[in-house]
């Protein structure tokens, strides 16, 4: 079956599916525009852009299967559906792009201080580095779930709706949607971090952390250099803050080039030796997810050898530098704890003694102090060994 499905059908389909969706009250205020080029230039742009905006929002067509402008509009090119020759490939990829494009209006609501929420608005400023976004466009946090989504819901609704066609091209669906999991699976949150804060610190001079994400002035002052780790609980949203958050932070390069280890606190270290253990064992993880989507050709050989390199790089950095010098650190302040602790118990075993004698009368009393003796005796041993296995 080739070439049949018109343009009016595909209108029919798109607005199906935005009913379907809207049913579930998260698209208030929005609405779907499944249209032609010409409906394209003709009616949206005149009514929704200055004319200073209309250059590059004509190049989106060509580069584009549709967008969601952010102020309730879903745009659906049909041109690039009505290419497409099979009526399996067409259904598909037009439930797709409704889905993502539907997704990306949801995003918008999710609360700043979400870790989803926060990720969106720093990969959203990351955009701003256009090339790094055409060139790397499908890593960032808010495509990924797009992506992910609009696979899941637009195979869903083949299932129902055409599962005739489904099962003609239900092999093409499970090998992307195994490519958009693994996209979901290898996402780096400290990395994008890093690289939303070179890009802030590049391009802003009167901009504040809050007017980017109000996670940021948590962790960073207003020049963008960061707080000391003291100085995080002032803010009262940080104790409820995702810990997922607070470990991509730690975890971020920019503020391990930055924090001096030795002057933590004993809990301070702890909180960062959790982000760094954590972060590290995702990307384990991730190197072996990445044996098994080269093992199922999910992505190219170029890819998986750029993932496998980067991943590398940074379970060594974690290993061989971060991890050891936090031990050692951290280490010196159980031993010096233990000196500490031990000097105070022999104090008070030689002030319990002394207190024995002065206050022993008779054989009874003499005997019960003496059992206190040997069981406070007991109990600095046994804390001790246990301290020192």
């Not at 059908?9 to 205020?29: F, G, P, Q, S």
């Not at 958050?245 to 909180?271: D, R, T």
């Not at 992505?299 to 290993?319: D, H």
Request: glycine fraction near 2%.
């Amino acid at each position: 079956m080739e070439k049949t499905l018109t343009i009016n059908e595909m209108k029919t389909i798109a607005h199906e599916i935005y009913k379907e969706e809207e049913e579930k009250l998260r698209y208030k205020d929005n609405k779907i525009f499944p249209i032609t080029f010409i409906e394209y230039f003709k009616e949206y742009i005149p009514n929704n852009f200055k004319l200073t905006k209309i250059l590059p929002m004509s190049i989106l067509p060509i580069i584009s299967g549709g967008f969601n402008d952010l102020k309730g509009n879903n745009i659906i090119f049909l041109n690039h559906i009505k290419r497409i020759k099979k009526d399996c490939n067409k259904v598909f990829r037009l439930a797709q792009v409704c889905y993502h494009e539907l997704r990306h209006s949801e995003q918008s609501t999710w609360d700043a201080y979400s870790y989803q929420g926060f990720l969106r608005d720093i990969d959203q400023y990351r955009k701003k580095d256009t090339f790094d976004y055409y060139n790397d466009h499908d890593q960032y946090s808010f495509e990924i779930g797009a992506n992910l989504y609009g696979v899941i819901k637009a195979k869903e609704y083949m299932q129902k709706h055409y599962p005739e066609l489904y099962m003609e091209q239900k092999e093409d669906i499970e090998r992307l949607l195994k490519l958009y999991q693994f996209d979901y699976m290898t996402y780096d949150a400290s990395y994008s971090f890093d690289i939303t804060l070179q890009i802030i610190r590049l391009l802003e001079k009167n901009k504040k952390p809050s007017d980017i994400s109000p996670v940021l002035e948590i962790f960073l002052n207003n020049d963008f250099t960061f707080k000391k780790m003291s100085e995080f609980n002032h803010n009262i949203n940080y104790r409820n803050l995702d810990k997922r958050i607070i470990y991509a932070v730690l975890s971020s390069k920019a503020f391990l080039s930055q924090v001096n280890m030795e002057e933590l606190s004993e809990e301070e270290l702890k909180l960062l030796n959790e982000s760094l253990q954590y972060t590290n064992n995702i990307y384990k993880r991730q190197s072996v997810l990445i044996e098994d989507a080269s093992r199922e050709k999910i992505i190219s050989y170029k890819e998986l050898l750029k993932k496998e390199k980067s991943l590398l790089n940074k379970i060594v950095l974690f290993e061989k530098t971060y991890l050891p010098k936090l031990s050692d650190i951290i280490n010196k302040i159980k031993r010096k704890s233990h000196k500490e602790h031990l000097s105070s118990l022999d104090k008070y075993i030689e002030k319990s003694s002394k207190l024995i004698k002065k206050k022993s009368k008779g054989f009874f009393s003499i005997a019960i102090l003496y059992i206190i003796s040997i069981i406070l005796s007991i109990i600095t041993i046994i804390y001790l060994l246990g301290n020192y296995r």
